[in-house]
């Protein structure tokens, strides 16, 4: 049985299971869904979830942080904490962490605070049935160079070499998801792309330059996407597109902005990176792919406690 097979499999046959859509002609070797007379915790998806990231996934300075630990700056309403609510998983453990390169995966991260996080493929096991990968962007200096191309009065950007770095992490994706596979053979991995942060045209006071400025840096950005695009399908996982969905919701987008502006803003977001209702649309967006409906929306992230695995330190 395929990855996508069985995690679909259990998920429909929840949705026949709380409508009521059972066939009494079902033959005898079928599943049979469970009936509603069946206890709550039956009728649940037993799904164990594992976030795998960088700070696009933690979402620095969102609400309220988590302190497992405090140097990840991981916030408790970031997409993985939406999905795990939405599709109410029996294990929840979210080891994404900003800063986090392809590399943290395999090897301990030194955290800003002096810390250590354990490598991030070590919360996956034999047991887990669905894995979110979102990085890549901090390999190579590439976020960072971006944002300072950006920021930058001066007309010097070293746009050939972010091209090219951002290419090379299609290779590291790719193995990224291999090795996933083979701690957790049975999960179904999805690799998150980055949604739009810069205007794909135009500008705006927000960013700072002009548009003729910011025209290499957005395409630097969409080879980044592209490059986690062909790595997710050179591996066999599953690409979610963040660019088409977050179109006219960037830096200039004002009140439709799902992404912070160039000052930090405790409690909203660090300075470009996603803010709640970023966080929400994405989570949505993963929601539809994984289970081919909409989810009922909620403000704030609230998975269910007794699901959530604290990060050993």
């Not at 930058?152 to 070293?158: A, E, I, M, Y």
């Not at 980055?194 to 290499?216: F, H, M, R």
């Amino acid at each position: 049985m395929s990855r996508s097979t069985r995690l679909i499999g259990v998920l429909l046959a929840l949705a026949w299971a709380t409508t009521g859509c059972q066939d009494t002609g079902t033959d005898a070797g079928a599943a049979v869904p469970a009936p509603l007379s069946a206890a709550p915790d039956q009728l649940t998806p037993s799904i164990n979830y594992v976030a795998l990231g960088d700070s696009f996934t933690a979402g620095p300075f969102i609400s309220t942080m988590r302190a497992d630990p405090q140097g990840c700056a991981r916030s408790r309403s970031n997409y993985p904490a939406f999905l795990a609510d939405w599709l109410d998983v029996a294990t929840y453990t979210d080891v994404s962490c900003s800063g986090a390169l392809t590399t943290d995966l395999y090897a301990p991260q030194q955290l800003f605070d002096g810390d250590k996080a354990r490598p991030q493929l070590d919360a996956l096991n034999a047991d887990t049935d669905l894995v979110t990968l979102g990085l890549g962007g901090n390999d190579f200096g590439i976020y960072e160079g971006l944002i300072g191309c950006q920021g930058s009065q001066s007309s010097f950007c070293p746009v050939a070499q972010l091209d090219a770095d951002a290419r090379k992490v299609q290779t590291r994706i790719a193995r990224a998801v291999r090795r996933i596979e083979r701690r957790a053979p049975d999960a179904d991995i999805y690799v998150v792309g980055y949604p739009d942060i810069l205007p794909t045209e135009g500008t705006c006071a927000a960013v700072g330059v002009s548009a003729e400025t910011l025209a290499p840096v957005t395409s630097i950005a969409a080879a980044l996407n592209t490059s986690l695009r062909r790595g997710a399908k050179q591996s066999g996982a599953i690409y979610v597109d963040l660019e088409a969905i977050s179109r006219g919701h960037d830096v200039c987008a004002k009140g439709r902005a799902w992404v912070n502006g160039p000052r930090f803003r405790a409690g909203v977001a660090a300075p470009f990176h996603p803010k709640i209702n970023g966080m929400r649309a994405v989570a949505s967006t993963l929601y539809e792919q994984i289970t081919g409906l909409e989810p009922e929306v909620s403000e704030y992230a609230n998975p269910d406690p007794a699901a959530v695995v604290l990060n050993r330190s």
